[in-house]
């Protein structure tokens, strides 16, 4: 059989055992035995697997969740409703963060779903939990066994072949940055890193099926865990490498690092052993210890800021040294070539952080429509659809909240199409079927071709939609009825429903792609001059715990925003954005996290230095500095080109040189009793942070200038 037709093969021969066993075991509401089987069929056994634990164990929460808000509000209504939609409201802000999305998403539903089906008498929700943990249950097992028994794909092929695209993308990216005088180009490196980052992500999906269906991995899942996280770090800093050597040469700074070509040639063979290990492979050679000294008298005849700029650079090559040495070890460890060590414990992090601004929009859009729902439902007499348009309410309230960035006429025409489809087998074909044998034809014919013909992903909504709709509009029972008002149930009760979800689109906060676009914008900037704002404190000082999680607040917005303006980017009408094009909103991402990192880079630099001594006489210069970059960041969140690249180099510049003649004045005075080698090193790298920060800030005033961002601010309906 055809690779293609395989996976549509295997989820209709399920979804036709799943309905006849429930069906002959006298169960209702079969059919939701079909959607478990529908909703966990992936292209690998790993990512069913895994996605089918999450659907079992959301489940089972939700039920435990809906029978505990049954018991403790039986009579309280309005209670009731608040309980259920608070406890939805936590489901989502869980689901929208970075792990077991899925399993909230479902927990979340099923509570509305057992809660809406118990109806007036509560006795029933037992029942119908029950049934639902069966049926689940029957669809998970049925499609196990299939997956497994028929062409069972592991992921194991998969898992390796991105391991390995990781390392020899790191092994090209610093071959094409970090060799000093060949002409390289900033796209390229910019794509390389793109390249990179989209494997990370593909990496991260990949190791949580490989543990599912891939027993070596699954044994050494504490190994590839830490390999995931420190090839992310290994390219930030490969990154910063790159920038650092850019600017080094753009103004025409020696790099003085007297050994770079023998380190890079480190470098490449402990690429070249990772690459080997993850191949199955022994590794060649083992890392080997580089010296990278600078030349004490080119350092002594450069400027202060070159200095600062050589000893930043320096820095970073002595991160690279650590981290690859680090990675090649545990890439050992994971694949077996070495003997188990112990996993370092992960960095434990505040027990309590401000709110994600983006989730908790994602959790009151979500209680507001639930909400408009519920009084809709109370209020408005024979609504469509009644209880099952409440629990749709949630369904598609978590499902918009999850994708912000995409419009609702872009889930409503498959949806539609959908309901038509399932309405038209519902009314022409169903009633004509005598027996299970013609029915599991049907099943199985319409499900294999709605797999078969909307395989691309791009279809991914249209078969999801149709094959629901099916399902649902169908309600195939032992004891079948057929009425012409589930169809105008389900025609009428989806515009009500979207007419909701359209107005928790632009209340409390308009989601059009382009005003969350910019508040981002404004949100990144903000952020940013906040992180600066504590710089003036003295390094002893001792942090409360609020300037603890203020930091950790704006750490996390300057880093993940740039992210979320990635997924927002993709989605942007340009059509009605005039002077805009594609290619430019892209070349500003990078500029923002190159920002970011640079940003987080000199809060830190600061915060360690602790000779305030030599901080107090940079005083008036470092707040001025610092101050005339809190306000370009103040500029810039409100008007993202404001000001020129010209203007802000200008002013960048007199800057620059009334700190640098400072500095020499500061550094002339000092005798080594009153500033040692070790603060010597820290002062450079907290120069070069400034200047890191300033550069990145031209770069990007010099790529929001290509965008004209006066239609960006028309209000449109």
Same mark, same amino acid.
């Given at each position: 059989?055809?690779?293609?037709?395989?996976?549509?093969?295997?989820?209709?021969?399920?979804?036709?055992?799943?309905?006849?066993?429930?069906?002959?075991?006298?169960?209702?509401?079969?059919?939701?035995?079909?959607?478990?089987?529908?909703?966990?069929?992936?292209?690998?056994?790993?990512?069913?697997?895994?996605?089918?634990?999450?659907?079992?164990?959301?489940?089972?929460?939700?039920?435990?969740?809906?029978?505990?808000?049954?018991?403790?509000?039986?009579?309280?209504?309005?209670?009731?409703?608040?309980?259920?939609?608070?406890?939805?409201?936590?489901?989502?802000?869980?689901?929208?963060?970075?792990?077991?999305?899925?399993?909230?998403?479902?927990?979340?539903?099923?509570?509305?779903?057992?809660?809406?089906?118990?109806?007036?008498?509560?006795?029933?929700?037992?029942?119908?939990?029950?049934?639902?943990?069966?049926?689940?249950?029957?669809?998970?097992?049925?499609?196990?066994?299939?997956?497994?028994?028929?062409?069972?794909?592991?992921?194991?092929?998969?898992?390796?072949?991105?391991?390995?695209?990781?390392?020899?993308?790191?092994?090209?990216?610093?071959?094409?940055?970090?060799?000093?005088?060949?002409?390289?180009?900033?796209?390229?490196?910019?794509?390389?890193?793109?390249?990179?980052?989209?494997?990370?992500?593909?990496?991260?999906?990949?190791?949580?099926?490989?543990?599912?269906?891939?027993?070596?991995?699954?044994?050494?899942?504490?190994?590839?865990?830490?390999?995931?996280?420190?090839?992310?770090?290994?390219?930030?800093?490969?990154?910063?490498?790159?920038?650092?050597?850019?600017?080094?040469?753009?103004?025409?700074?020696?790099?003085?690092?007297?050994?770079?070509?023998?380190?890079?040639?480190?470098?490449?063979?402990?690429?070249?052993?990772?690459?080997?290990?993850?191949?199955?492979?022994?590794?060649?050679?083992?890392?080997?210890?580089?010296?990278?000294?600078?030349?004490?008298?080119?350092?002594?005849?450069?400027?202060?800021?070159?200095?600062?700029?050589?000893?930043?650079?320096?820095?970073?090559?002595?991160?690279?040294?650590?981290?690859?040495?680090?990675?090649?070890?545990?890439?050992?460890?994971?694949?077996?070539?070495?003997?188990?060590?112990?996993?370092?414990?992960?960095?434990?992090?505040?027990?309590?952080?401000?709110?994600?601004?983006?989730?908790?929009?994602?959790?009151?859009?979500?209680?507001?429509?639930?909400?408009?729902?519920?009084?809709?439902?109370?209020?408005?007499?024979?609504?469509?659809?009644?209880?099952?348009?409440?629990?749709?309410?949630?369904?598609?309230?978590?499902?918009?909240?999850?994708?912000?960035?995409?419009?609702?006429?872009?889930?409503?025409?498959?949806?539609?199409?959908?309901?038509?489809?399932?309405?038209?087998?519902?009314?022409?074909?169903?009633?004509?079927?005598?027996?299970?044998?013609?029915?599991?034809?049907?099943?199985?014919?319409?499900?294999?071709?709605?797999? /078969?013909?909307?395989?691309?992903?791009?279809?991914?909504?249209?078969?999801?939609?149709?094959?629901?709709?099916?399902?649902?509009?169908?309600?195939?029972?032992?004891?079948?009825?057929?009425?012409?008002?589930?169809?105008?149930?389900?025609?009428?009760?989806?515009?009500?429903?979207?007419?909701?979800?359209?107005?928790?689109?632009?209340?409390?906060?308009?989601?059009?792609?382009?005003?969350?676009?910019?508040?981002?914008?404004?949100? /990144?900037?903000?952020?940013?001059?906040?992180?600066?704002?504590?710089?003036?404190?003295?390094?002893?000082?001792?942090?409360?715990?609020?300037?603890?999680?203020?930091?950790?607040?704006?750490?996390?917005?300057?880093?993940?925003?740039?992210?979320?303006?990635?997924?927002?980017?993709?989605?942007?009408?340009?059509?009605?954005?005039?002077?805009?094009?594609?290619?430019?909103?892209?070349?500003?991402?990078?500029?923002?996290?190159?920002?970011?990192?640079?940003?987080?880079?000199?809060?830190?630099?600061?915060?360690?230095?602790?000779?305030?001594?030599?901080?107090?006489?940079?005083?008036?210069?470092?707040?001025?500095?610092?101050?005339?970059?809190?306000?370009?960041?103040?500029?810039?969140?409100?008007?993202?080109?404001?000001?020129?690249?010209?203007?802000?180099?200008?002013?960048?510049?007199?800057?620059?040189?009334?700190?640098?003649?400072?500095?020499?004045?500061?550094?002339?005075?000092?005798?080594?009793?009153?500033?040692?080698?070790?603060?010597?090193?820290?002062?450079?790298?907290?120069?070069?942070?400034?200047?890191?920060?300033?550069?990145?800030?031209?770069?990007?005033?010099?790529?929001?200038?290509?965008?004209?961002?006066?239609?960006?601010?028309?209000?449109?309906?």
């Amino acid at each position: 059989m055809p690779e293609k037709a395989r996976e549509p093969f295997k989820t209709a021969l399920a979804i036709v055992i799943s309905y006849g066993i429930a069906l002959a075991m006298d169960w209702g509401n079969p059919y939701w035995a079909a959607f478990a089987v529908a909703f966990v069929s992936l292209s690998t056994a790993g990512q069913s697997f895994n996605k089918a634990a999450m659907r079992m164990f959301g489940t089972l929460v939700g039920i435990v969740a809906a029978l505990s808000l049954i018991a403790l509000f039986p009579q309280q209504r309005w209670l009731f409703i608040l309980a259920v939609s608070v406890y939805v409201g936590v489901c989502t802000y869980l689901m929208t963060g970075p792990k077991k999305q899925y399993f909230w998403n479902v927990s979340g539903f099923v509570c509305v779903l057992l809660c809406m089906s118990a109806g007036p008498d509560p006795v029933n929700a037992f029942d119908t939990a029950v049934l639902r943990a069966q049926e689940t249950g029957l669809g998970i097992l049925v499609y196990s066994l299939v997956t497994s028994l028929l062409w069972p794909v592991s992921s194991r092929k998969d898992f390796f072949a991105v391991a390995g695209q990781l390392a020899s993308g790191q092994r090209q990216f610093c071959q094409t940055g970090l060799k000093p005088g060949q002409d390289s180009d900033p796209g390229q490196a910019q794509a390389l890193k793109g390249q990179l980052l989209q494997a990370q992500t593909k990496f991260q999906k990949l190791l949580d099926a490989a543990e599912s269906d891939t027993q070596e991995v699954w044994e050494m899942r504490r190994y590839w865990r830490l390999y995931q996280e420190q090839t992310s770090k290994l390219t930030s800093v490969i990154g910063s490498s790159v920038q650092s050597l850019a600017e080094l040469e753009a103004s025409k700074t020696p790099h003085l690092a007297t050994r770079l070509d023998s380190f890079l040639a480190e470098l490449d063979n402990r690429f070249a052993g990772i690459g080997s290990m993850i191949s199955g492979q022994a590794p060649g050679r083992q890392p080997e210890e580089i010296d990278m000294a600078l030349d004490a008298a080119g350092l002594r005849a450069l400027s202060q800021f070159q200095r600062a700029a050589v000893v930043v650079f320096h820095d970073r090559l002595k991160q690279l040294d650590q981290l690859t040495r680090t990675l090649f070890e545990t890439t050992r460890n994971a694949n077996g070539f070495g003997e188990a060590e112990a996993v370092p414990a992960r960095t434990a992090l505040p027990t309590l952080q401000w709110p994600d601004p983006d989730r908790m929009l994602a959790v009151i859009r979500v209680m507001l429509t639930l909400w408009l729902a519920f009084l809709a439902w109370i209020y408005v007499d024979s609504i469509p659809g009644g209880t099952s348009m409440v629990t749709m309410a949630c369904v598609y309230g978590m499902i918009m909240a999850s994708i912000p960035m995409v419009t609702l006429r872009t889930v409503f025409k498959p949806l539609m199409a959908g309901v038509v489809f399932g309405s038209l087998m519902y009314m022409l074909v169903l009633p004509h079927l005598s027996g299970f044998l013609s029915l599991g034809t049907l099943l199985f014919v319409t499900t294999f071709s709605l797999c /078969y013909f909307l395989s691309d992903p791009k279809q991914a909504l249209a078969k999801t939609f149709a094959l629901a709709m099916f399902v649902s509009i169908a309600s195939i029972d032992n004891q079948q009825v057929y009425s012409f008002m589930v169809v105008a149930t389900n025609v009428l009760m989806f515009p009500v429903l979207f007419s909701m979800l359209a107005v928790t689109a632009y209340f409390p906060v308009n989601l059009r792609q382009e005003k969350s676009f910019l508040r981002l914008l404004n949100r /990144y900037f903000r952020s940013s001059g906040g992180l600066l704002s504590d710089m003036h404190r003295d390094a002893r000082h001792a942090e409360t715990r609020f300037e603890r999680m203020r930091k950790v607040f704006h750490v996390r917005e300057v880093s993940s925003i740039p992210t979320k303006l990635a997924g927002w980017a993709k989605f942007l009408d340009i059509k009605v954005l005039p002077g805009t094009d594609v290619k430019h909103v892209q070349a500003l991402l990078p500029r923002l996290q190159d920002l970011a990192g640079r940003t987080k880079e000199l809060v830190e630099v600061r915060r360690s230095m602790s000779n305030q001594r030599l901080l107090n006489a940079l005083s008036d210069e470092a707040m001025d500095w610092r101050r005339n970059l809190q306000q370009a960041f103040e500029r810039l969140g409100s008007a993202p080109a404001e000001i020129g690249q010209e203007d802000y180099r200008t002013r960048l510049d007199e800057l620059t040189r009334r700190l640098e003649a400072r500095i020499r004045e500061i550094l002339d005075r000092s005798t080594g009793e009153q500033i040692s080698r070790e603060d010597g090193k820290d002062f450079y790298r907290l120069l070069g942070a400034y200047r890191g920060v300033s550069e990145s800030l031209v770069g990007y005033t010099a790529a929001a200038s290509a965008i004209d961002w006066g239609p960006w601010h028309e209000e449109r309906f």
